[in-house]
């Protein structure tokens, strides 16, 4: 307690606060960026809160970003802080259960097998699941009603990310057990099991059935596939069935399972909560969707033919779509890391201890106008290349992703990004392409058949839930749509 209450000069100014454990976490908890804003503003770019007992430095700005993102594995660990969350819903030997160079390795594979080609498979399987979820569901029967789109835009983001990424033998289980399977699995991710990972409680033991069920399941699909002796299917698991490891070991098949598991939970709940806010915004912007609706036209046909990878990129304000609400709504708002050995801060007198956990927080920069006028407005037009509000700085994105070698110690050149939806470093996202292509193509495929707006006609959007790991709109979050050709 000492330790917490006693300031050394080399530490970073400390937020206050009157309870000596509890300290920040529920002011954090209930809204971490406006946490942010607010003590930056009082403290600057560097300060420390408490967060459940432990003392978390916050560094913000584009330094602060680099700072964090961009550290060594000798200074920085992700692991410590997110294995005993992450271990048991992906299970063992994959991702945070591994050495870090591991890792490096496992994203290597996946990030091979994301090629051009396998992108060109994957948009039409996409935009298949997407129209033919609007015909199934009974949400969507009729000419126009009202919906509460997060759950929909869960089970589309599942079905397509599972049908592309992990075949179609995976896709159908969906039909059956894997959906209510993967339910369970979730509720490991609350982020209480920070704390009561361990516990013998009813949900962990679901989530610990889950795991091991859904893995069997992965393995299974693996074992016909090996006796089938070959597949024309573009997807990762394939690919990872036929990786090896630098010192010869091929993968094995639970690690196949395990990393099957992880790719599907990481990018569901980004991916799931993107597509949410997009729908949303386009239902508090008609004219926007109206905007994507003749860029389809004019550029593909007033047809509009099935959609191809190649058109993806005719489509830049379908593109500026996701670019412009991850700048608002970055699904992970906190990355954490633990600090290794004492962390000298360029250019200040701060020397960050190894108790200190490190927090970067990208969409703090994400949201300054220093960088983006007019912050606060989601206008994917500012993406336009003679827009008035304009990013004033060159954003590096999907390019710069090309400069990363996912071989040991190489790290991203962009950390000090103001716009990293994605991180930055040896961490950085391998599936951000993918997410790209994957929110492209299902907004194309909803701009064709629906027209949204707000049930009370206004111009917002619902606040955000700040409640679990990833965040996410609150719910109900309910749209008024019509069909297009009704
Ligand atoms: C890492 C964001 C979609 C797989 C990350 C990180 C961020 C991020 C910020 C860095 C975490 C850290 O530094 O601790 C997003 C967003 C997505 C998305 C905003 C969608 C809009 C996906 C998808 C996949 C995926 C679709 C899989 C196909 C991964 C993996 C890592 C990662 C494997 C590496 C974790 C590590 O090295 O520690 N993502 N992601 N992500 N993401 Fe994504």
């Given at each position: 307690a000492s330790q917490l209450l006693f300031k050394n000069p080399n530490e970073p100014p400390l937020v206050f606060s009157w309870f000596p454990v509890v300290g920040s976490t529920i002011t954090y908890g209930m809204d971490p960026p406006r946490f942010f804003r607010e003590n930056r503003a009082k403290y600057g770019d560097i300060f420390t809160f408490i967060l459940l007992g432990k003392k978390t430095t916050v560094y913000v700005g584009c330094q602060g970003n680099d700072f964090i993102l961009n550290g060594k594995a000798k200074d920085v660990c992700a692991e410590d802080i997110y294995t005993v969350l992450t271990t048991p819903v992906f299970g063992k030997d994959v991702v945070y259960d591994c050495p870090n160079s591991k890792l490096m390795e496992q994203k290597k594979f996946m990030k091979i097998a994301l090629t051009t080609q396998a992108f060109q498979s994957y948009v039409p399987i996409i935009a298949d699941e997407v129209s033919s979820y609007f015909k199934k569901s009974a949400d969507f029967k009729g000419k126009s009603g009202i919906v509460n789109i997060p759950p929909k835009m869960a089970q589309i983001t599942i079905f397509t990310a599972s049908h592309s990424l992990q075949g179609k033998e995976i896709r159908h289980k969906f039909d059956e057990t894997l959906a209510d399977l993967y339910h369970d699995l979730d509720m490991g991710f609350n982020p209480v099991n920070f704390m009561?990972?361990?516990?013998?409680l009813p949900w962990n033991n679901r989530r610990d059935h889950a795991q091991r069920t859904i893995a069997k399941i992965y393995m299974d699909t693996i074992k016909e596939r090996r006796a089938a002796g070959k597949s024309d299917a573009q997807d990762m698991m394939w690919h990872l069935m036929g990786s090896t490891y630098?010192?010869?070991?091929?993968?094995p098949d639970h690690e196949i399972a395990h990393m099957m598991i992880a790719l599907l939970m990481a990018g569901q709940h980004s991916s799931s909560s993107t597509s949410s806010w997009i729908m949303l915004w386009l239902a508090a912007r008609p004219d926007i969707m109206e905007d994507l609706y003749r860029e389809q036209v004019e550029n593909l046909g007033a047809d509009l033919p099935p959609l191809q990878y190649e058109d993806l990129a005719k489509l830049p304000l379908n593109q500026a779509i996701i670019k412009e609400t991850l700048r608002l709504h970055a699904p992970i708002h906190s990355i954490m890391r633990a600090v290794k050995q004492p962390m000298p801060v360029p250019g200040t007198k701060y020397v960050i201890p190894p108790s200190h956990v490190l927090l970067s927080a990208g969409g703090v920069t994400a949201t300054d106008p220093t960088f983006f006028p007019d912050p606060d407005t989601w206008e994917p037009h500012r993406w336009d290349k003679d827009s008035p509000i304009a990013p004033r700085m060159v954003v590096k994105n999907e390019d710069e992703e090309e400069k990363i070698d996912y071989g040991y110690g190489l790290v991203s050149k962009g950390a000090a990004s103001p716009y990293l939806p994605f991180g930055a470093?040896?961490?950085?996202?391998?599936?951000e392409q993918f997410a790209n292509v994957q929110l492209q193509t299902i907004t194309a495929m909803v701009v064709r058949e629906f027209k949204f707006r707000n049930v009370d006609g206004s111009n917002k959007v619902i606040g955000t839930d700040y409640a679990s790991l990833f965040s996410r709109p609150l719910e109900p979050a309910n749209i008024h749509w019509e069909k297009r050709n009704a």
């Open positions: 009561l990972h361990w516990a013998p630098k010192n010869g070991t091929p993968v470093g040896r961490h950085r996202c391998i599936g």
